[in-house]
């Protein structure tokens, strides 16, 4: 027999009287949407933020704040002006020189800080990890207030599989030595959010 | 990996020689529990949210076959090829198998307490594979030829000092230099040449979808997601009770599991993984390694709801003092003390043991395992089968003798207050375990029966 039948087998043996599962529904929509606690809870975890009106603003702060990094790319053709958008089919390993790395999240969750990005929108999966500086853009309007509304969403945007996503919070960080919190292991050493209307 | 062992009161005595280290570790391990309680007490709903938790994974536990087709099924579907080991050893050799298909001798691991428990490294250095660990804490213990000693912080047990001085002769830094910010850049400049250059990389699971196929990987580094995505071949090991029904289950365990472990509100990435990326290969390794004989084992079974945060460990007197190592199994701490007898009862008899009973790991668990409970029955268990030590057994037996003859008893405890008060060298001296670090209390004159018998009167 093989492993697969024998624990199939075993656990069909072992299993307890069947446990109806609870109801999560109560959990979503308990809490409103706060902006301000996305934004105080996404500096507290070691991100940088600024409320940008509009792409053409999102430019003007990376062209001032970004000016020593060169090497910038961009999912967004919007921002074609100020960042690369030729790499999009390159092989992935050739994208570790980025220095900053521009993309758009599909929402952001207000108790943790976090944005949910799918491979479409990173349009390579190393893009998001590779860089040394990842900044974000996403809308105020789309933001939720628990991971509880954050799957709900989920639900209404994604009819099916969606090969990859992320909840991204923050920069990469380590407290591995000595629990001294260190920005930047092995993903991008810093992310700034630029949240849109 | 199946030589004898020393037991876990042996080996913490070991780690208490040094006793600013062992005062280090219970103060660090204390304060992320009360980062823990900080986090936590932000959210009226916990307690709600640990009981819908521990419910979903009772549900789990009575569907765990059900569950696993509908999984495999659905990830097939996303092109994931799925494999089932029936135990450790089938797992490593799935691995090897992958990376010989691969013509590779090198790979990228991203934490996993499943492989630990598999002994994977091991197996692999045997054939000529080369592993590197690139979570920061596993990469320094994996250098220093160590185990890990926590499941989320693998090096709670090292100082900086010598944090610097094993990469001053492994990564070529400084010598002298322990600046943890320094540290972990070298590690970082070091590792991604490790992920440019690896073909394969495996990762562990912390959550799989029954529903949709796909798996969740929680880091704060990112390591998991640099291995995967610039690998031609990604493994993922699970233990089959790291499934979950529906996606929408992931809302209650992300925000149980960080609050828990490390008292962030999220980890830095939750990385869904649904479907290989173009070119790419995905494999699932489905592990069962005495699970489902587990299962069977109705008082015992809820240990297989845990999610590995660790809160238990970081709370506990016992480990906080004794340290991870001490416990001899991929998994230390309370959780682990009740894991590990299913494996082999007879190596780990001596962990149930190591436990006041307090019960503090159970008030923290974010699934609600009875923790301390289960340690409490195995205890039973373990008498019962003969593995307690035989020292301990007779004086358990003198023990109930005295304590149900009254006679006996009444001559013992004035025997006992004689000896204490007048030869008390007798019983403050090293073969008596309860004077070590302690010292004996004044014995009282006389006992409260005397005292009763003589005032009763008045």
């Known amino acids: ?197 | 990996m199946n030589q004898p062992h020393k037991e876990h009161a042996e080996l913490a005595e070991k780690f208490n020689a040094d006793e600013d280290r062992v005062n280090w570790h219970d103060e660090t391990l204390w304060w992320i529990r009360q980062k823990r309680d900080k986090i936590v007490w932000q959210l009226p709903e916990w307690e709600q949210l640990r009981e819908t938790a521990s419910q979903i994974k009772h549900n789990v536990l009575s569907h765990l076959s059900e569950y696993l087709l509908e999984f495999e099924a659905n990830a097939q579907k996303n092109g994931v090829t799925v494999h089932w080991a029936a135990n450790g050893e089938e797992h490593n050799k799935i691995v090897y198998k992958l990376l010989k298909e691969q013509g590779v001798t090198q790979m990228v691991k991203s934490k996993s307490m499943l492989t630990e428990e598999c002994h994977l490294n091991e197996f692999l250095e045997k054939q000529g594979i080369e592993v590197v660990d690139t979570d920061l804490g596993e990469r320094i213990v994996q250098l220093a030829k160590e185990p890990p000693s926590h499941i989320v912080l693998p090096c709670i047990h090292w100082k900086k000092e010598e944090i610097g001085e094993l990469f001053h002769k492994f990564l070529g830094t400084p010598e002298g230099n322990a600046d943890p910010q320094f540290l972990t850049h070298a590690a970082r400049l070091a590792l991604r040449q490790d992920f440019l250059t690896r073909k394969v990389a495996l990762t562990g699971v912390n959550f799989a979808v029954a529903e949709t196929g796909e798996f969740v990987v929680c880091t704060n580094e990112g390591n998991a997601d640099m291995g995967a995505h610039l690998s031609n071949v990604h493994i993922a090991s699970m233990g089959i009770e790291k499934l979950i029904p529906k996606r929408k289950h992931l809302g209650v365990f992300l925000r149980l599991l960080t609050r828990s472990a490390t008292g962030q509100p999220i980890t830095t990435y939750s990385s869904h993984f649904s479907k290989p990326r173009p070119g790419q290969q995905m494999h699932i390794i489905l592990v069962d390694n005495g699970r489902s004989v587990h299962l069977g084992k109705e008082e015992f079974r809820n240990s297989l709801k845990c999610i590995r945060c660790g809160a238990c460990m970081n709370t506990c007197p016992v480990y906080r003092r004794s340290g991870g190592h001490s416990y001899h199994n991929a998994v230390a701490g309370p959780i682990g003390s009740i894991l590990a007898p299913n494996f082999d009862m007879r190596k780990n008899a001596d962990l149930p043991f190591a436990s006041t009973l307090c019960g503090s790991c159970s008030n923290v668990c974010p699934v609600k395992i009875d923790i301390h409970d289960q340690l409490y029955k195995w205890r039973q268990v373990l008498a019962k089968e003969g593995h307690t030590p035989k020292a301990k057994t007779a004086a358990m037996k003198v023990m109930a003798v005295t304590l149900s003859k009254p006679g006996i008893f009444t001559v013992a405890g004035k025997m006992g207050r004689i000896v204490m008060r007048n030869v008390p060298g007798l019983v403050n001296n090293k073969l008596n375990p309860w004077f070590k670090q302690r010292e004996m209390p004044e014995a009282p004159k006389e006992s409260f029966r005397e005292w009763y018998q003589k005032n009763r009167k008045k």
């Not at chain 1, 998001?128 to 789309?142: D, G, R």
């Open chain 1, 1 to 197: 027999m093989s492993s697969r039948e024998d624990i199939l087998k075993t656990l069909r043996q072992n299993q307890p009287p069947a446990v109806a599962l609870p109801d999560t529904q109560p959990f979503a929509g308990m809490k409103p949407v706060n902006a301000d606690q996305f934004i105080q809870t996404f500096k507290t975890i070691g991100g940088a933020l600024y409320e940008a009106r509009d792409y053409a603003h999102v430019e003007e702060i990376l062209r001032a704040d970004f000016a020593a990094f060169p090497l910038k790319r961009t999912t967004l053709p919007q921002l074609s002006g100020i960042a690369d958008t030729s790499w999009f089919t390159v092989d992935p390993h050739t994208l570790h020189d980025t220095e900053v790395m521009i993309a758009e999240a599909l929402f952001g969750v207000c108790e943790n800080g976090a944005v949910w990005i799918t491979e479409q929108q990173m349009v390579q999966r190393a893009a998001m990890f590779i860089p040394e500086h990842l900044v974000m853009l996403v809308s105020k309007a789309s933001l939720v207030a628990t991971m509880h509304d954050a799957y709900v969403r989920i639900a209404e945007l994604h009819n099916g599989p969606y090969g990859f996503g992320a909840f991204i919070a923050g920069p990469s960080k380590t407290a591995d030595i000595e629990q001294s919190l260190v920005l930047g292991a092995h993903g991008p050493r810093t992310m700034t959010m630029m949240l849109l209307p």
